[in-house]
């Protein structure tokens, strides 16, 4: 390390899929583009002694904690990185910010509005940086949409469609864990579709309103190790009409039951002059129509969204070799520790908290078979922590 580089403590919460994910990002950032700082992931923390310790071995912890809060305490850690189920992320959050801990955390931000209030409320009580893990902002390709939007090339934008097919619980033989209880896991509406309403308001601004439709297929499944139905309380699929407040309109749908869909997510941007499309299948290309072109172009071009001037292919391979899910990590904490310390974090929990917003009024709007107005969700509650966070939002927006 060259003298006056400082040094960044992590502390990575949770070792299964996520926690790979970001332990991956924090060693490969630094190889991809210069930072200010070097991340040390310090400890990594998890409830099983074993298998908490073969992973830190294995993704590069210094050392291992099975208590998460003596992770949050930690003197050497200043960023807790948060990758549990959702039920668990505001009581982390809020240990964490207490500790003066900059944070980021996984998505959804947590497995209910109110909840997602407590961590929003934590972190701008006690003022520390905090970031959501809305990776797939962080794709060139959607990234390349996001500025293509903003630079108007599309003209006022009409519609947006963002669909996202799972198999994830197709098989009614995979037995009941976190994933299937609400209260820990999320519904689907907020597990795949935050990723969704994320892309919505960042490409096209604030929904007014939804309505939506719901359906859990397989509703009790066997406890682990064959033991006695538990039911499920999460959707198998949803979808939704959404009104935005530009007067643009939406159509979104989220499924765990798509048989041979893996993680099949599409986005697409209609404006008054232009469309864009995403097909994460092919996640380093973006197909673009433009009314401009001539009569006998007519149709739509694959844009390479892999060219040195476009966002997020900085440091990556040469143009042609593309980069995969992995990168989106990497583009995230590298874009996180390029802020360190002082730089603004953006996605924010603000952020993480108007999606949320959007996730629980899908879900109201589903279970009472009417359109739900945001407000109702974002300023109808009466407690301080609730009110506290709703300002918050505006006062981003
Ligand atoms: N951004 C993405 O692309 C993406 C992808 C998958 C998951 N996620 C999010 O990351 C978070 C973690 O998901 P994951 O797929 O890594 O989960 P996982 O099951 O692979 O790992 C969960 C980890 O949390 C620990 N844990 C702590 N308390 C727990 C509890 N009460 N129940 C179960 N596990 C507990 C487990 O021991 C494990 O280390 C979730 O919020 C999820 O929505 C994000």
């Avoid at 990723?195 to 309505?211: F, P, Q």
């Amino acid at each position: 390390m060259s003298a006056g580089v400082r040094e960044v403590g992590i502390g990575i919460v949770g070792y299964g899929t996520m926690g790979r994910a970001h332990a991956y990002a924090y060693a490969a950032a630094p190889r991809i583009r210069p930072l200010p700082c070097v991340p040390r992931v310090r400890v990594m923390s998890g409830r099983n002694q074993a298998a908490v310790e073969r992973a830190a071995l294995d993704l590069g912890a210094e050392r291992f904690t099975t208590e998460w809060r003596e992770l949050v305490e930690a003197p050497d850690v200043d960023i807790v990185d948060i990758c549990t189920p959702p039920g668990t992320h505001a009581e982390i959050i809020e240990a964490a910010a207490e500790c003066g801990k900059a944070i980021l955390c996984e998505k959804p931000l947590a497995a209910g509005f109110e909840d997602a209030c407590r961590a929003a409320e934590a972190v701008r009580r006690a003022r520390v940086k905090n970031a959501i893990g809305f990776n797939y902002r962080r794709l060139p390709a959607l990234s390349l949409m996001k500025q293509m939007v903003d630079s108007g090339r599309l003209g006022e934008v009409r519609l947006w469609r963002g669909s996202w097919l799972s198999d994830e619980f197709a098989d009614p033989e995979i037995p009941f864990d976190w994933r299937f209880e609400k209260s820990m896991g999320a519904s689907t509406i907020a597990d795949l579709g935050a990723h969704l309403l994320d892309l919505a308001g960042w490409l096209v601004g604030e929904i007014d309103a939804v309505s939506a439709q719901s359906r859990t297929f397989t509703k009790a499944r066997s406890g682990a190790g064959g033991g006695r139905p538990l039911d499920v309380d999460v959707d198998d699929a949803s979808s939704a009409l959404l009104r935005f407040g530009s007067g643009a309109l939406g159509v979104f749908e989220v499924a765990k039951t798509c048989v041979r869909r893996p993680c099949d997510f599409t986005v697409e941007v209609n404006g008054e002059r232009g469309t864009l499309r995403f097909d994460y299948a092919r996640l380093n290309e973006l197909w673009y129509g433009d009314a401009g072109d001539e009569a006998e172009l007519y149709g739509m071009r694959r844009l390479r969204a892999e060219h040195p001037l476009h966002p997020e292919t900085q440091g990556w391979w040469t143009i042609g070799q593309g980069v995969g899910y992995g990168a989106s990590f990497v583009n995230q904490a590298a874009d996180l520790l390029e802020q360190w310390p002082d730089g603004t974090w953006s996605p924010d929990f603000a952020t993480g908290l108007e999606v949320q917003a959007g996730c629980e009024a899908i879900e109201r709007a589903a279970a009472e078979r009417r359109w739900v107005a945001l407000d109702e969700i974002r300023g109808g509650a009466s407690s301080q922590i609730r009110g506290g966070a709703s300002s918050q939002i505006r006062d981003a927006g």
